[in-house]
């Protein structure tokens, strides 16, 4: 007889909690009877519906929802309540009393005279309620959510498709620019060819003269001719190193021999030296490497008027790996410090009037920085305005392996 009172209490908490949670719940809540009769509701049913208390309560399931279906005849009555997902999962529970969670539908509601399709989401679960065996539907309108999600699956496919289509387009950009790299190259080489034929020959010096400045320039378009394709394989991550074998002294020599005529004719002083420490045979890509290299000198050539060029190789270990570093060193019009930043960028030059003057498409050092990365190295570049500049580069390499 004491604990009565106390027992009572307790049960008058319980059911106030469950009230305080069935009404503040941030989904919609719904209570309905065996009949799929609607017992309660809190107000994110409202929110859903946009119907009033009143109008919901007492009502089957279909008809206090706004159920297109169930408008005209009622709730179960129509031809379209015999496929109802949610009538058929309320029945389950009726009659087996097992939950069912994450029904999800779309539903066609009247909500203010108007037609809205709703993405439910429904749990369905059999609960006691004033001492009845009741059903209580969970509600969560994921009709924004689901139509941002759809929104999202749309754009990621249409982005996919657009990558694709890209990707399509660069091979075929690709394989354009290789087609038209080779067609273009075998009527320079043999241009070059009866040039150099030529040049054997006795000529007056008036037409020696011309024929050395018709060589010069196809040389010129040959380089463009080569940057694009390197270009092209750099923006398409194509370029692939093809590493062997060679001696780095023969390299540095044979460059040498080719820039010290245009030394002798500028009247520049020119320069290489190889460090004692460089390993006299290396693993790694000669061709690249020779490219950079000739990039950078062909630029020291072009912008020193006078005074001296130098080549520098020497080799360092750092952090267990073996480097060749080179420094490439000029006396030339040298670089205002505003202007360091936007010198690797593609297609720049630092001034507008170098290319009129010194010609160039702005490339070289855009795609020998990307070779260096490659290489597992980085390139610097210190320079005064007047002064000259100084190019200093590094690159991973192994030694012969006996």
């Known amino acids: 007889m004491i604990d009565k009172p106390c027992n009572d209490y307790n049960e008058n908490k319980k059911q106030n909690t469950i009230k305080t949670i069935f009404e503040s719940a941030p989904v919609g809540m719904m209570i309905v009877d065996k009949e799929t009769r609607i017992i309660d509701i809190n107000y994110g049913i409202i929110s859903i519906n946009k119907k009033k208390y009143k109008e919901i309560v007492g009502k089957k399931f279909g008809e206090g929802m706004g159920c297109i279906n169930s408008f005209e005849k009622g709730c179960g009555y129509s031809e379209e309540c015999c496929n109802c997902i949610i009538r058929k999962n309320i029945e389950k529970v009726i009659d087996t009393g097992r939950e069912r969670k994450n029904i999800e539908v779309e539903y066609k509601i009247l909500t203010q005279k108007k037609t809205a ?52 387009s ?36 008036e037409q020696r003269l011309n024929i050395e400045i018709a060589q010069n320039c196809v040389d010129k378009l040959l380089k463009i001719v080569d940057d694009l394709f390197d270009f092209s394989k750099m923006k398409a991550g194509e370029m692939k190193l093809s590493k062997t074998i060679f001696e780095i002294r023969s390299l540095i020599s044979d460059i040498e021999n080719i820039y010290t005529p245009i030394a002798v004719e ?129 690159i991973k390499f192994e030694e012969e392996k006996n």
């Open 266 to 394: 500028k009247e520049i002083e020119f320069n290489c030296f190889v460090s004692e420490n460089v390993p006299d045979k290396i693993f790694t890509d000669r061709t690249r490497l020779k490219k950079v290299i000739d990039s950078l000198l062909n630029n020291a050539f072009k912008f020193t008027p006078e005074g001296s060029i130098s080549l520098e190789v020497k080799a360092e270990k750092c952090n267990g790996e073996k480097y060749l570093f080179f420094d490439i060193e000029d006396t030339g019009i040298g670089i205002e410090k505003k202007d360091l930043e936007k010198l690797f960028e593609r297609f720049t030059q630092v001034d507008g009037s170098y290319t009129r003057k010194y010609s160039g498409a702005g490339m070289g050092l855009n795609i020998s920085k990307y070779i260096i990365k490659k290489m597992g190295g980085d390139i610097f570049v210190e320079s005064k305005k007047g002064e000259g500049s100084k190019f200093s580069f590094n």
């Open 170 to 205: 660069i091979i075929e950009r690709n394989r354009f620019l290789d087609n038209m790299s080779h067609e273009i190259r075998t009527p320079l080489n043999g241009i070059t060819g009866m040039i150099e034929l030529t040049l054997v020959g006795k000529l007056e010096d």
């Open 117 to 168: 399709l709703k993405t439910l989401k429904i749990n369905i679960a059999q609960v006691i309620y004033n001492n009845e065996i009741v059903y209580l539907l969970v509600v969560d309108d994921i009709t924004i959510s689901k139509k941002k999600s759809r929104i999202l699956l749309d754009t990621t496919k249409k982005l996919k498709e657009a990558k694709e289509e890209a990707e399509e």
